[in-house]
């Protein structure tokens, strides 16, 4: 008897957690819908709570050190407290609401390379170990998002990586503690000018906040320099403004104003 209830507080024989998505895909600001399934082991159990969040992979830089972690973000609890009986199922179905500034997975089908999103079910367990389970997302673009891509595409810029980055943009309102880059190799009309053309979204319900980083090219004598542009896109007109002759004006404005394309 001794030996099962030490069994018991190791989590042995304990409940099992499943999560089963509708649909993986959603975009920033929508939601996931589904059902979590928690099946009763071997003797009855208190549930403390079930919850639902979204993990990602993020870079965060400490010191002269730099690393990657997982960071777990935007919690919400399914349940609040409950018993559950051995062998007993109960199932649970939820809505989950993605946040507007979820980091995107995907571009037209093809993932992002570098980027990890996953939907984590936790179940805590009374005098327990928690038990979980993790299922992957794919983010697509907001309709913003996805013209502002396709005009860089348009342009001659090529999708390098993607990553997440721990911390605040300085100007910037932001509700979640890291925020992504989106790194293209430069179109041949600039590449004299940057290494690469870094992008990043902060989206909300109304608004689009867009920050261009241009990492420039260091000459002989020089040292490379990042020339940042900021500017804010409205979901409900984006479609009335031509993107490419847009970005490529304030690209070739910026790199000339600071001497570094003729």
């Given at each position: 008897?001794?030996?099962?209830?030490?069994?018991?507080?190791?989590?042995?024989?304990?409940?099992?957690?499943?999560?089963?998505?509708?649909?993986?895909?959603?975009?920033?600001?929508?939601?996931?819908?589904?059902?979590?399934?928690?099946?009763?082991?071997?003797?009855?159990?208190?549930?403390?709570?079930?919850?639902?969040?979204?993990?990602?992979?993020?870079?965060?830089?400490?010191?002269?050190?730099?690393?990657?972690?997982?960071?777990?973000?935007?919690?919400?609890?399914?349940?609040?407290?409950?018993?559950?009986?051995?062998?007993?199922?109960?199932?649970?179905?939820?809505?989950?609401?993605?946040?507007?500034?979820?980091?995107?997975?995907?571009?037209?089908?093809?993932?992002?390379?570098?980027?990890?999103?996953?939907l984590?079910?936790?179940?805590?367990?009374?005098?327990?170990?928690?038990?979980?389970?993790?299922?992957?997302?794919?983010?697509?673009?907001?309709?913003?998002?996805?013209?502002?891509?396709?005009?860089?595409?348009?342009?001659?810029?090529?999708?390098?990586?993607?990553?997440?980055?721990?911390?605040?943009?300085?100007?910037?309102?932001?509700?979640l503690?890291?925020?992504?880059?989106?790194?293209?190799?430069?179109?041949?009309?600039?590449?004299?000018?940057?290494?690469?053309?870094?992008?990043?979204?902060?989206?909300?319900?109304?608004?689009?906040?867009?920050?261009?980083?241009?990492d420039?090219?260091?000459?002989?004598?020089?040292e490379?320099?990042?020339?940042?542009?900021?500017?804010?896109?409205?979901?409900?007109?984006v479609?009335?403004?031509?993107?490419?002759?847009?970005?490529?004006?304030?690209?070739?404005?910026?790199?000339?104003?600071?001497?570094?394309?003729?």
């Open positions: 008897m001794v030996f099962k209830r030490l069994m018991q507080a190791m989590g042995v024989g304990g409940p099992s957690v499943e999560t089963v998505l509708a649909n993986p895909n959603c975009r920033p600001g929508g939601q996931l819908t589904g059902t979590i399934a928690v099946t009763g082991g071997d003797h009855t159990v208190d549930i403390s709570y079930v919850a639902l969040g979204l993990l990602t992979r993020v870079e965060v830089e400490s010191g002269d050190n730099e690393y990657t972690t997982n960071q777990d973000f935007h919690q919400q609890r399914v349940t609040g407290a409950f018993q559950l009986a051995a062998g007993q199922r109960y199932d649970i179905p939820f809505r989950f609401d993605v946040p507007w500034e979820t980091p995107l997975t995907e571009l037209y089908g093809q993932h992002l390379h570098g980027m990890t999103m996953g984590r079910t936790e179940l805590e367990v009374a005098r327990s170990v928690d038990s979980g389970d993790l299922d992957p997302i794919a983010v697509h673009p907001l309709p913003a998002q996805e013209r502002l891509l396709e005009a860089l595409l348009r342009l001659g810029f090529r999708f390098a990586r993607a990553d997440v980055e721990r911390g605040h943009i300085y100007g910037v309102h932001q509700t503690p890291f925020y992504q880059e989106i790194e293209f190799y430069p179109a041949p009309q600039y590449a004299g000018a940057m290494k690469q053309l870094e992008v990043t979204f902060v989206a909300g319900p109304r608004q689009l906040e867009v920050v261009l980083e241009l420039k090219r260091g000459g002989l004598f020089t490379g320099r990042d020339v940042f542009g900021r500017f804010t896109v409205d979901h409900a007109t479609d009335q403004v031509d993107w490419a002759a847009q970005l490529d004006g304030w690209l070739r404005q910026s790199l000339s104003r600071r001497g570094l394309f003729g």
